[in-house]
């Protein structure tokens, strides 16, 4: 393990050196947004990638960090989001700090409670232990943010993909608004 220099492009989410990278594609998302109609329109037209996510990993460390870049668009009113977990590691917390556009981090802990912090240049994230989040780009432009974490946070999707998130990001008149998710199976 040796001190290294990471950059990372503000605009385009480039890490070097990086150690993975993966890109997430709408079709992996079905059953994800609410208006099903909408997502099979969508998925008809293009099948674009949503957002990636590059890291930075030295052997042998506790923590460590990278980018996610989520681009613009949306599913019917609602914005292109990531799956959103908890840590399967319950200990586990996490900071998102946003380098670029804008968007929305909703959290929701184990007891129901919904959080939103907004996703902006000049802000950093802090995402408590046992929160679910889920970060969603509402802008028109790339949202960048960089991530970092504990190696063995790990994540637990199963809570969300069974009962969805108390919660939806949706446009409303140009805006992004937080409503009741008329879907949430809990
Ligand atoms: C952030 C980090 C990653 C996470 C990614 C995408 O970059 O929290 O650990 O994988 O967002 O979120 P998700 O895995 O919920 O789709
Ligand atoms: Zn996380």
């Given at each position: 393990?040796?001190?290294?220099?990471?950059?990372i492009?503000?605009?385009?989410g480039?890490?070097?050196?990086?150690?993975?990278h993966?890109?997430?594609?709408l079709?992996e998302?079905?059953?994800v947004?609410?208006?099903a109609?909408a997502?099979?329109?969508a998925l008809?037209?293009s099948?674009?990638?949503t957002y990636?996510?590059?890291e930075?990993?030295?052997?042998?460390?506790?923590?460590?960090?990278?980018?996610t870049?989520?681009y613009?668009?949306r599913?019917?009113?609602e914005y292109?989001?990531t799956?959103?977990h908890?840590?399967?590691r319950r200990?586990?917390?996490?900071?998102?700090y946003t380098?670029?556009g804008?968007g929305?981090?909703?959290?929701?802990?184990?007891?129901?409670?919904?959080?939103?912090?907004?996703m902006?240049?000049?802000?950093a994230?802090?995402?408590?232990?046992?929160?679910?989040?889920?970060s969603?780009?509402?802008?028109t432009?790339p949202?960048?943010?960089?991530?970092?974490?504990?190696?063995?946070?790990?994540?637990?999707?199963?809570?969300?993909?069974?009962k969805?998130?108390?919660?939806?990001?949706?446009?409303r008149?140009?805006?992004?608004?937080?409503?009741?998710?008329p879907?949430?199976?809990?």
């Amino acid at each position: 393990m040796l001190p290294t220099g990471v950059k990372i492009d503000s605009i385009t989410g480039a890490v070097a050196p990086s150690t993975g990278h993966y890109k997430k594609r709408l079709s992996e998302f079905r059953g994800v947004y609410r208006d099903a109609a909408a997502f099979d329109a969508a998925l008809a037209r293009s099948d674009p990638v949503t957002y990636e996510v590059i890291e930075f990993k030295a052997d042998g460390s506790d923590i460590f960090f990278g980018t996610t870049t989520m681009y613009p668009g949306r599913v019917g009113d609602e914005y292109f989001m990531t799956r959103g977990h908890f840590h399967a590691r319950r200990d586990r917390a996490e900071v998102y700090y946003t380098q670029s556009g804008e968007g929305l981090l909703l959290l929701e802990s184990r007891d129901g409670e919904t959080k939103t912090v907004e996703m902006k240049p000049g802000i950093a994230a802090y995402i408590p232990p046992d929160w679910a989040h889920r970060s969603i780009n509402t802008g028109t432009e790339p949202l960048v943010f960089v991530w970092m974490t504990n190696i063995d946070a790990g994540h637990d999707y199963g809570a969300i993909v069974e009962k969805g998130m108390r919660s939806l990001v949706v446009e409303r008149d140009g805006e992004p608004a937080v409503v009741a998710n008329p879907g949430y199976a809990g």
